[in-house]
């Protein structure tokens, strides 16, 4: 059984940083490409970044490009994103996200990040 599992946010105050992690079991990690998304309040969810199985590729959406670096631990089945920087509009729900193709996409529980001062 596929489960993903997100820790690491909380509240922080403008230009601060958090890194979030994220935990997966119940596929072989080391050869999936892996995403993080988030959602704000009364919005659509959106892309972050994405890192490809060995870290090859590595994506992110402009608005946070320079700010956020995503990386992995292929041995402990895990990915991280490293958030610095941050700004009020940083402020969502991140989510972990495994898109295992005909197994199916997969996401965390999301964990809370709110940037205010």
């Known amino acids: 059984q596929v489960h993903l599992a997100e820790s690491g946010g909380g509240l922080v105050q403008p230009g601060g940083s958090l890194r979030l992690s994220c935990e997966a079991s119940?596929?072989?990690?080391e050869l999936w490409a892996m995403r993080w998304f988030r959602q704000a309040p009364g919005k659509e969810r959106e892309?972050?970044?994405?890192?490809?199985?060995?870290?090859?590729?590595?994506n992110y959406a402009d608005s946070v490009k320079g700010r956020f670096t995503i990386s992995r631990d292929n041995a402990n089945n895990k990915v991280f994103l490293q958030m610095d920087d941050l700004q009020p509009e940083d402020t969502a729900v991140y989510y972990c996200n495994a898109d295992l193709q005909q197994r199916g996409q997969y996401w965390g529980q999301g964990t809370q990040v709110t940037i205010s001062p």
């Open positions: 119940g596929f072989n990690f």
């Open positions: 892309f972050v970044a994405r890192i490809s199985p060995f870290a090859a590729m590595i």
